[in-house]
């Protein structure tokens, strides 16, 4: 009996030593609280990608800019150059113009073939008071170089028109044709009126009808253009 009761205590305090050997394992894995993790070695990467859901483009949208590269291109670098010479050439006559109050003053413009300067001395030189249209001399009587500056000014600044692709190239086509009229009327006053040549006004009508010719008619069509396919 004595020996059967050592045994069982024996076995109970190896069974509770046992038990808080098993407990102690158990919290050893933690790590302690005021210990910060350990930083990942990995470096991280960030990148500016859009998710997968953006990326993708609705057919709509690709045959879109399919169309518009099918398209042909509006002319606007050669009617913005053509403006910026038809510019230069008329701050050139208006600096003839109010250069030509100097009783000694002769313009380059001057040749055997004919001068600038009684071009622009004439009435013509003022057509809208010539027309009747304004008084002679007010501040509205605009000469041919001032109007000159003006339209290829507005040519000039053909690429950044506030008009869509169409109503663009026809404002050109009609702003186009309203000036090779004019230059038509100047030239019957210049051969048949005043009997003279003038390089300056020569020059004006060879842009105008230049703009006419290589910018607002190929312009016009390429608008007007369907697109293949």
């Known amino acids: 009996m004595v020996c059967k009761a050592c045994f069982r205590a024996w076995r109970k305090c ?12 158990k919290y050893t894995h933690r790590p302690p609280r005021h210990i910060a993790p350990e930083e990942s070695s990995t470096p991280q990467v960030y990148t500016t990608q859009k998710p997968l859901y953006e990326s993708f483009r609705s057919f709509s949208e690709i045959e879109d800019e399919e169309i518009m590269a099918r398209r042909p291109q509006l002319p606007t670098k050669r009617v913005c150059g053509l403006g910026i010479a038809g510019a230069l050439v008329a701050l050139y ?3 003839v113009e109010r250069a030509m109050a100097d009783p000694f003053y002769e313009p380059m413009c ?7 300067a009684a071009v622009f ?10 027309w009747g249209l304004v008084a002679a001399g007010s501040d509205l009587d605009f000469s041919l170089a001032f109007l000159g500056i003006l339209n290829y ?4 600044l053909f690429p950044v028109w506030p008009l869509k692709r169409g109503a663009a190239a026809k404002a050109l086509l009609a702003i186009s044709i309203a000036s090779c009229l004019f230059s038509c009327y100047l030239l ?3 051969k048949v009126l005043l009997d003279d040549f003038c390089v300056v006004c020569t020059t004006f009508h060879v842009i105008n009808f230049s703009t006419l010719f290589f910018g607002a008619v190929p ?3 390429a608008a007007a253009a369907k697109t293949k396919g």
């Open 121 to 130: 001395s004439s009435v013509y030189a003022h057509p809208l008071s010539h």
């Open 219 to 221: 312009a016009y069509r």
């Open 110 to 116: 001057v040749t055997r073939w004919g001068s600038c």
């Open 14 to 25: 190896c069974n509770s030593r046992d038990a808080d050997k098993a407990k102690n394992q």
């Open 153 to 156: 000014g507005v040519f000039a």
């Open 93 to 95: 006559a208006l600096h």
């Open 188 to 190: 019957y006053v210049l």
